[in-house]
């Protein structure tokens, strides 16, 4: 009995070790696109050959400072390919009554002006169609505002990060710099 229990529990965990990593390397569907407050539509196709930190976003969340890194880092990073889009969401119950507000809001209270998506739902069985991918694809549902999530020029997840992760600190630079320092798809 013993035997068995410990055969299946180690074909259970194989499996996982060998799926997981698949899983994992699945680019982003180029279809999933997002409404931008500024009218536009883009679909991460359009962001192919870029590095694109996504964010889920709340003007009022105790970690909204984390804009003015946001920005310094579209600012620093945005002429070798990084592109930040912020996806504001009220799941937390923290984000104003529309993308247009948090988009002033947050221009002139963290300075700034990263494109930003309409308000958007990040987790449960409303989430975006590109946050239920992640789930799917790697288990990632953001827990709060301002978890981050890197993809690199091929589409890729890199990294995921928490809320508390600091858009400037030394782990995300470091993963930044590196996924800036990849091949440029053609």
């Not at 390919?81 to 996806?87: A, E, I, K, P």
């Not at 937390?92 to 529309?98: A, D, H, N, R």
Request: charged share 20%; proline share 6%.
């Amino acid at each position: 009995m013993i035997s068995m229990t410990f055969r299946i529990l180690a074909t259970i965990l194989t499996v996982a070790m060998f799926a997981l990593p698949l899983r994992a390397e699945t680019p982003a569907p180029g279809d999933l696109h997002f409404d931008l407050v500024e009218g536009e539509r883009v679909s991460l196709a359009d962001y192919r050959g870029k590095v694109v930190l996504v964010v889920n976003t709340a003007s009022k969340c105790g970690f909204a400072p984390q804009f003015t890194e946001l920005q310094t880092l579209a600012e620093r990073y945005g002429p070798q390919g990084l592109v930040v889009l912020t996806v504001p969401s009220n799941d937390f119950k923290q984000e104003l009554s529309s993308a247009e507000e948090a988009k002033r809001y947050c221009a002139l209270t963290f300075g700034a002006e990263l494109p930003m998506a309409q308000l958007t739902s990040v987790k449960g069985q409303g989430a975006h169609p590109f946050y239920s991918w992640l789930r799917e694809a790697k288990g990632f549902e953001p827990s709060w505002n301002f978890n981050k999530v890197l993809l690199g020029r091929d589409g890729k997840v890199i990294a995921t990060y928490p809320a508390t992760a600091k858009p400037l600190s030394d782990w995300m630079i470091g993963d930044l710099e590196k996924a800036l320092a990849g091949p440029v798809e053609g």
